[in-house]
């Protein structure tokens, strides 16, 4: 495949270490600057834009995880777009 979008968890790290496919990591509670692979141009990390996020948090203080759904989608469709056309 040529890229593989996943939330910051195992699967984001695994496929990063395989080197093979781009990256796209969505970022919710964590943060992609302190969780996130570092040092490859294949990696590309998009935070959430809920004001609460990154909150470092296992449990949402707001008793409603609202970082799961303020994602900048055409920020996302645009790095697909970029990645797509450079054929990382």
């Known amino acids: ?12 790290h695994i ?6 496919p781009a990256v796209i990591t969505l970022f ?7 969780t ?8 590309l990390s998009i935070q959430s834009t809920a004001k609460c996020s990154p909150c470092m948090k296992k449990k ?9 759904d303020k994602f900048d989608v055409d920020k996302i469709k645009q790095t697909i777009d970029f990645i797509l056309e ?3």
């Open 1 to 12: 495949c040529k890229l593989v979008i996943t939330p910051d968890s195992g699967s984001a």
């Open 15 to 20: 496929a990063w270490a395989s080197q093979k």
């Open 28 to 34: 919710t509670s964590t943060s992609a600057k302190r």
């Open 36 to 43: 996130g692979p570092f040092g490859d141009d294949k990696y």
């Open 60 to 68: 949402c203080a707001f008793k409603k995880v609202c970082c799961t």
């Open 86 to 88: 450079k054929d990382l």
